[in-house]
């Protein structure tokens, strides 16, 4: 898939679906790590246990894999074509339990408003399976990035948040609901403020992904910008945030040449 493609499917519906982005050695590698932890059931529908979250680059052979990922030209133009200071803002697994429950309709800019007042962090999310309705593939209202920041309200005694049933059933009239389905390796980018949820996963099995989240420094919120170090990103100065884990992101950022 071509830049120019991305691009316009961004700006127009909000994301882009990648085929083929992490090739097979790399989502063995990852997937074959997770399936060696010995993950306990969480209270959450995707666990938040901070050593699943990070496994990717805790574990020196899967920070590798995501060093070359990070190296990927089409990612590099993709963010030296959005940003002018491109940084790792975070990333982590995301496992989805069998048997939980579906992930509320939200956008991730109510989450990151403070710290990117612009707008201008995206998100690469990539399964390390097949992913379909059955085990709780995403789901997005297509070009609902263009409409306002909505407000969000606690759902599930608290640990999760999504706009108001009312604010659905307005922004549902306006935009297409697509289910985005995936196989093992294929990417999926998509803006902060495109409103998404996931199906249910009523698998037998946890869903497995992992998300990496760009931004761009020169917009980011002052206050905020303290919190990051700068450092070498695609061959250009970049920054890392602090409150990541920055001992494990280095290592990642590090290997790229």
């Known amino acids: ?21 992490l090739d097979i050695h790399g989502v063995s590698q990852l997937s074959d790590s997770l399936k060696k932890l010995n993950i306990e059931r ?12 990070l496994n990717h680059i805790i574990d020196p052979f899967n920070a590798k894999i995501i060093a070359k990922l990070l190296r990927h030209k089409l990612i590099r133009q993709l963010t030296t074509s959005y940003h002018s200071k491109s940084f790792v803002e ?16 939200h956008q991730d800019a ?19 399976h097949p992913v379909n309705e059955a085990n709780g593939c995403l789901k997005v209202l297509s070009a609902s990035h263009k409409y306002k920041l909505l407000s969000h309200e606690s759902i599930a005694n608290g640990k999760e948040l999504t706009i108001s049933v009312s604010d659905f059933e307005e922004v549902s009239l306006k935009f297409k ?27 037998s099995e946890n869903r497995m992904a992992f998300k990496i989240v760009f931004q761009d420094f020169s917009k980011r919120s002052l206050k905020f910008k303290r919190h990051t170090s700068s450092i070498k990103l695609f061959g250009v100065e970049g920054f890392i945030n602090k409150n990541f884990n920055l001992y494990y992101t ?4 590090n290997g790229i040449k």
């Open 177 to 203: 609901e697509t289910k985005v389905e995936m196989n093992s390796g294929d990417g999926i980018f998509f803006k902060s403020k495109l409103l998404h949820a996931a199906f249910a996963n009523k698998s």
């Open 42 to 53: 969480s209270a959450f529908a995707t666990i938040k246990n901070q050593r699943v979250a």
């Open 110 to 128: 109510s989450f990151w408003k403070e710290f990117d007042p612009y707008d201008t962090m995206f998100t690469l999310w990539i399964p390390l």
């Open 250 to 253: 280095r290592r990642i950022i």
């Open 1 to 21: 898939m071509e830049l120019n493609s991305i691009m316009n499917s961004l700006e127009k519906q909000g994301y882009a679906v990648v085929p083929n982005l």
């Open 90 to 105: 975070h990333t982590k697994v995301l496992i989805k339990q069998k048997g939980s429950h579906a992930t509320a309709w």
